[in-house]
């Protein structure tokens, strides 16, 4: 246990370093200086982040990624810091740091890598315990760019496609990672790149406390604790103001992954913004629609309305950016994107269309807004009558971040509702709003706490503390409740045994036992949880027809439904047959796939019977004994 943990930990700590140099040296070549030494950390390891990931990510595609667009917001970015009769320090000095820094940011990263290999790890079998489906797909889609080289959420190993919208920035991350150790992909992701996001967002949030006093013991508990931080819920408000998907507004950093490369860049824009540069702080907002697609609307239209509303320098320049960072990402992913998958998928402006077609669905539109606002409200309470006494008192240090905030939230609430709360769509709210609010609440308690003295000062600290510990306690259930969630109840000596089969076999696999269109996802796209801490890059495909599955009451949804069905492997493997008559029963095309694509291996599920044919290829059967779930090693 205790080797598994310092290992990725080592990996965080060296990954960091290397980080940290290479957001040194370009700013050191760029001429920029920091005086705050948080400042210089959050910095140079963030900056050092992304152009790591840039690079990687277009040696690997040969610059078939979208993560290419980036050059379009760095470009403008450069073109407003560079200064050529700037001095530019010694490149020694520009990145010495205090020790001191160092040491909090070894502890920093050692406290986040323990927390989460705590809820991986079980202390009754000894072993580690996968988190929920979502994290491991993430890891597998990280091992997929890797192998396959294609930038693809879709996992389309026997038909390659092409490029598709999704939150690529951190899975290119833990795809690096990986490369460079030959780790475990998902120990990788969970350990070590998830306890560096930490380190990042909470340097970010100490310079940010720094911009206004001296840090104190109780500024960097707060600022610790910041990768936890949300909104509380208030149980007697009555349900009517909530939508059904308000757990989102509960959920930090800590627990859904999404959120860490959001929250460094509104740090960094707040930080700008602070520092009277308007410009760079705008510019800095454009990276999210690479990092996160669901993100372009909201994100660019609020830009593009800021640059009207206030007086700001290189107002042209930031259109001309925003609009052509916008107009990358579409047309990437319209010449990119030729796979039934994103062909048949509703686009942005049908989806758009749907939503005005009849009064009533208007009406569902405005609903969600509102109920989105009051929510906002009385989720961030305290917050909020906070933030309305400093705007009154005249002591909000930038008005216009406030505005911009709130312009960023109203668009993103908008464009959410216009979607009509269907299927990913509400990532377009959720993504943003949560790390947003959140974010922004924070400054303003800071601004709230520096202009009080004595014991109110001491009781607000104590308030925001208490408040802190609380998220930590909700984020820790949450963690808590995915690992029990999680643990399926397999035999310890079935996940032994599988484990050692599967190293001997190659990592191409079917599975049996659908239930649902829900069964699918999670057990075939995102496969067997367990299976992502035996071996990297596992390929499991479905290899049974769906024609039987029962469909979705929204007609919305049915219509996705049809298209993902349509497009699963092995249903596309006997449409072929059939097309081409060789198709002659189920029973006979699995055996035709399983040789076609050579799988070594199937998982069946309990109640699911295995028929003769698959009988007769079949080598080894392991069977759980807590849930009747069997690993079949097939013949050579």
């Known amino acids: ?333 319209q010449f990119n994107n030729r796979t039934e998958m994103m062909l048949n998928n509703p686009p942005l402006l049908d989806l758009m269309k749907d939503t005005f077609t009849s009064f009533a669905k208007i009406k569902i539109a405005f609903d969600i807004n509102l109920k989105n606002f009051v929510q906002l409200f009385i989720t961030y309470f305290p917050f909020t009558l906070a933030f309305m006494y400093l705007w009154n008192r005249g002591a909000i240090v930038s008005k216009p971040l406030s505005l911009l905030v709130l312009l960023l939230f109203t668009c993103s609430s908008i464009e959410w509702s216009v979607f009509t709360m269907k299927v990913d769509s509400i990532q377009l709210f959720y993504n943003l709003a949560v790390p947003l609010t959140s974010t922004f609440c924070l400054f303003v308690s800071i601004l709230f706490i520096s202009k009080w003295e004595g014991l109110r000062k001491n009781l607000a600290y104590t308030f925001l503390l208490s408040w802190c510990c609380y998220c930590v306690l909700i984020s820790s259930k949450g963690l808590d409740k995915i690992k029990n969630d999680s643990m399926n109840g397999y035999a310890p000596e079935y996940l032994q045994s599988v484990e050692s089969k599967l190293l001997q076999l190659n990592n191409q696999g079917g599975y049996m036992g659908y239930k649902n269109h829900e069964s699918i996802m999670y057990n075939v796209y995102a496969y067997k949880p367990y299976l992502a801490y035996f071996k990297n890059n596992i390929n499991i495909t479905l290899i049974e027809e769906t024609k039987d599955i029962k469909p979705e009451l929204d007609p919305f949804l049915l219509s996705q439904q049809k298209q993902f069905l349509k497009v699963l492997f092995f249903n596309r493997f006997i449409d072929h047959q059939k097309e081409n008559n060789e198709y002659h029963s189920e029973a006979q095309s699995r055996i035709d796939f399983i040789r076609q694509n050579h799988l070594s291996f199937i998982i069946v599920d309990t109640n699911v019977a295995m028929d003769s044919l698959l009988q007769a290829i079949t080598d080894t059967v392991i069977m759980d004994k807590n849930n009747g779930e069997r690993f079949v090693v097939l013949k050579k």
């Open 1 to 333: 246990m205790i080797e598994t943990l310092l290992t990725y930990l080592s990996v965080s700590i060296i990954a960091t370093i290397i980080f940290y140099v290479i957001g040194g040296t370009l700013s050191n070549l760029l001429k920029i200086s920091y005086g705050n030494p948080f400042l210089k950390s959050f910095a140079n390891i963030f900056f050092g982040m992304v152009v790591a990931v840039l690079f990687y990510s277009i040696i690997i595609t040969r610059c078939n990624t979208v993560m290419t667009g980036l050059f379009i917001p760095i470009c403008f970015i450069l073109s407003i810091i560079i200064k050529k009769d700037k001095p530019r320090t010694s490149l020694i000095e520009s990145m010495k740091i205090n020790p001191k820094i160092i040491l909090l940011g070894i502890l920093v990263i050692t406290l986040f890598a323990a927390y989460n290999f705590y809820f991986l790890w079980d202390a009754t079998t000894n072993l580690l315990v996968p988190p929920e489906a979502d994290k491991v797909f993430y890891a597998r889609v990280a091992d997929y760019y890797n192998v396959m080289k294609i930038e693809s959420p879709y996992l389309d190993y026997f038909n390659t496609n092409n490029p598709a919208p999704y939150h690529h920035f951190e899975l290119w991350l833990t795809a690096l990672a990986a490369s460079l150790s030959g780790l475990n992909t998902l120990l990788i992701q969970q350990l070590s790149i998830n306890a560096i996001f930490s380190l990042v967002l909470s340097f970010g949030v100490m310079a940010l406390v720094n911009h206004f006093k001296k840090i104190t013991i109780a500024d960097a508990l707060i600022c610790l604790l910041f990768p936890f931080f949300i909104g509380i819920k208030f149980p007697f408000v009555p349900p009517q103001f909530f939508h059904h998907f308000d757990f989102y507004f509960f959920r930090s950093a800590a627990v859904y992954q999404k959120y860490y490369v959001i929250n460094p860049l509104f740090l960094a824009s707040f930080l700008l913004f602070l520092n009277r540069k308007r410009d760079i702080a705008l510019l800095v907002l454009l990276p999210l629609c690479f990092f996160n697609f669901a993100l372009l609307l909201a994100v660019t239209v609020s830009v593009l309305l800021f640059c009207m509303l206030i007086r700001i320098e290189n107002r042209i320049k930031i259109c001309v950016a925003t609009i052509l960072s916008c107009c990358f990402i579409m047309l990437f992913y």
